[in-house]
């Protein structure tokens, strides 16, 4: 957390104006128009300020730190209304070239990351109708700001959090074979590794140490994405309880050669290659790199042989990565997954992909530890869904590797509905929930950099 960030915004230290959090939200509209150096304590971003050059640029622990404080969201809900109310009692910003076009920017993408998707798209539709009078003068703005809250964002989360969630729920029903539970119907606590309700595995914490690095990096580092594993296994970074749990034979061979020689590349061992570890955590790649499709599926292969040494494994991850990035862009699903499969695989995954599931029998469907397995089965519970929920519920109550299957399913559904679409209470129930959204619209922001 900076330290400038934290005096600001919890021991209520004050600007240079004297100004202090709490009193921003006094200021009359002389004040809020005539005062240029608040706004971007008030809304901080990862973007450098040009005016002043020594405003704080946001970064990714400053931001988890921030979005979990429950003072601030309440400081920033409050600051986004004065905004507004500034906006609407004001007509001088509803021209071509304003300032407060520059505020609205910042506000826009804050309050996207800081807070949801949700506040800052109500902010947005506010400020457009406040100006709808001035559109033909204020339509290059207008999409200016509508790149800082598009639907991609929301899409980049859904995908991102949906693997936590199916994570999360089908955590305690793993290991456990198909119709011997009571079907699962929201998080719920135990299972083998006796994790509260709404704790995630090893799924989840690997995508968080590849999406940090990817966020640190500016790019795939595998060396960076190994000691973030690494960290992970050895002393419980990235996890949702501070203990790791679930690493599979795979990575626990490959992070050993790491540590011991440096290896950034698996080597084959027996017959477990073919496993799913390095798809269930593959979101952050699409979500990072979804403007371009070579780029997109060159990385999603580069991050498999880094655990796992198959082919088949790195194709089946160049498989999803391509078509969670046409559904982040707002393709449709049918049309997504027609366009991916237009790509030239290999005989087995096509013969476990391009089918029409729906409608498909339960009973042809496996859900074990195999790569194919997994990404087939997670197509079938999207095929058969109707929602974000239904299509997680599908996977988890296959059993077996169900926490993998669901994690796989929940990129997808994600993708499909964004993170809007996706229950309340899957949200707000979610351990860490805070720290893995905010992640996700720090890889947002990547891609719309790009």
Known sequence: MQMRLKLFHEAKAPL???????????????????????????????????????APVLDLGSAIYLSEDKDFVIFIENMTARFLEFLKRND????????????ISRALESIRILHSYELSDWFLKTVLQFSEEAHGMMSDTHRHWQSHISQSHDRVAGAFVGLAIGDAMGAPVEFCSRGTFVPVTHYR??????????????????????????ILEKGFEPRSVLQNFS?????????STGTCVGVGQNTLRTLGDFRRTGALKAVPFGKKNDGNGSLMRLAPIPCFYTSDDELVM??????????????????????LALLLSYLIRGEDYIVAKRR??????????????????????????????????????????????????????????????????????????????GYAGAERDLKTDLLKERELYVTSQFLGNQTNEK
Request: overall charge negative; some cysteine.
């Open 16 to 54: 240079a104006n004297g100004h202090r959090r709490d009193t921003l939200l006094l200021l009359s509209d002389e004040e809020f128009e005539n005062n240029h150096g608040f706004i971007q304590w008030a809304f901080p971003t990862p973007t450098p300020s040009k005016n002043p050059t020594d």
């Open 92 to 103: 001088h910003w509803k021209r071509k070239y304003n300032h407060n076009h520059l505020r």
């Open 189 to 214: 606590s135990g299972g083998k590794f006796q994790l509260p309700a709404g704790a995630w595995t090893d799924d989840t914490a690997m995508a968080l140490g590849l999406a940090q690095s990817l």
């Open 231 to 239: 960290d992970w296994m050895e002393h419980g970074h990235y996890t």
């Open 298 to 319: 060159n990385i999603a292969r580069e991050q498999s042989l880094i655990t796992h040494a198959s082919e088949i494994a790195a194709e089946a991850c160049q498989f």
């Open 340 to 417: 991916t499969l237009e790509k030239e695989w290999s005989y087995p995954l096509l013969s476990s992909v391009d089918l029409d599931y729906k409608g498909f029998s339960v009973a042809g469907i496996k859900s074990g530890g195999y790569v194919l397995d997994t990404l087939q089965a997670a197509i079938w519970a999207v095929e058969n869904g109707t929602d974000f929920k239904s299509i997680v519920l599908n996977a988890v109550n296959l059993g077996a590797d169900a926490d993998t299957t669901a994690a796989v399913a929940g990129q997808i559904a994600g993708a499909i509905y």
